[in-house]
């Protein structure tokens, strides 16, 4: 029987995966953990635990003691915070994956490991990003998911550890609060039409982003999981696509509903670091080895997001 522990099961991805991941293989097979000892609340259907992803010993103790056979880590720190402390995020980040990867060698772990578009830069093709190409981050951030993407492959080629991970867009889900991410404003957008208040983005109104909505992305993360091992080929990070507009266009979907709703564009720090990543994803390479097929575009999105929030 698989048993399988989430780190940062309080995030944003995590609190849905969890969910997912527990109608899947049952809550008794679940270990939901994050340092946060006030979301705990989420998940009361299945086992949580305290856990700082810095502390390895405590880490080890989990996955002995529950005879763990996954581990999902989500825990990290995000573009937008990370630049703010960017030291601190790249020593969380690098070294709690290099804990699991480290764990996962020697208790044969499968694991699950997210990575992002934020690997990309000014160099890499900004249409249609191709798996294979340029990667030049700007970011804290992306410089430690692309270092992961490097730590990945090495523990799958050098010890056979069965790890995988894909390259997510934004991820745009109503369930719980954004997590300090530079494509946050298409989560926060929602919540401002539905309450009438006027919506300020940090984004210029002509800014493409390659975006994903949270069923989509739960649905790719579990088809990679449960997919055959000789047919997971990338043991980097496989590119991901589903969507790609802007705010202008997000703006527009939502009127459909809302058509007082209002817009103002205050580009921010965060302007820089969309202009550094992709406007489009080329995910071929995962429609091919997998099967990957996204079911949401941007209406069906909106009109899902509304419908539940209202």
Not at 77 to 91: H, R, V
Not at 146 to 161: I, M, P, S
Not at 225 to 253: H, T, W
Request: hydrophobic share 40%.
């Amino acid at each position: 029987m698989e048993r399988i522990l989430i780190t940062g099961a309080g995030g944003q991805l995590g609190s849905e995966l969890t969910l997912k991941l527990s109608e899947i293989y049952g809550d008794e097979s679940i270990i939901a953990t994050d340092i946060n000892e006030q979301v705990s609340s989420r998940f009361t259907n299945c086992k949580f635990a305290v856990l700082d992803v810095m502390d390895r010993p405590k880490m080890e103790a989990l996955i002995s003691e529950n005879k763990v056979t996954q581990v999902y880590h989500l825990a990290a720190i995000l573009s937008a915070t990370g630049e703010k402390k960017p030291l601190f995020t790249w020593d969380i980040n690098m070294q709690s994956l290099l804990n699991v990867l480290e764990l996962a060698r020697e208790y044969n772990l499968k694991v699950y490991w997210p990575s992002s578009i934020a690997v990309f830069g000014n160099n890499t093709p900004r249409v249609n990003t191709p798996q294979y190409c340029a990667m030049d981050p700007t970011t804290v951030y992306g410089i430690s998911k692309l270092a992961g993407e490097r730590w990945c492959e090495y523990y799958n080629k050098t010890y056979g550890v069965d790890v995988r991970s894909l390259r997510y867009p934004g991820l745009i889900g109503y369930k719980s609060a954004a997590g300090g991410g530079t494509t946050d404003y298409a989560v926060d957008i929602y919540r401002a039409a539905i309450a009438g208040e006027k919506f300020s983005c940090f984004l210029s109104e002509d800014t493409y982003l390659p975006m994903m909505y949270m069923p989509d992305a739960i649905k790719a993360t579990v088809e990679l999981m449960e997919a055959p091992e000789d047919l997971v080929k990338v043991r980097s990070s496989y590119n991901i696509g589903a969507l790609s507009f802007s705010p202008k266009e997000i703006y527009e979907s939502i009127k459909r509903h809302f058509p007082d709703f209002e817009i103002v564009y205050e580009p921010d720090f965060r302007q820089k670091i969309a202009s550094s990543w992709p406007d489009s994803i080329d995910d071929s390479v995962a429609v091919s080895d997998w099967n990957w097929k996204p079911d949401f575009d941007l209406d069906t999105m909106t009109d899902d997001i509304i419908m539940n929030l209202s």
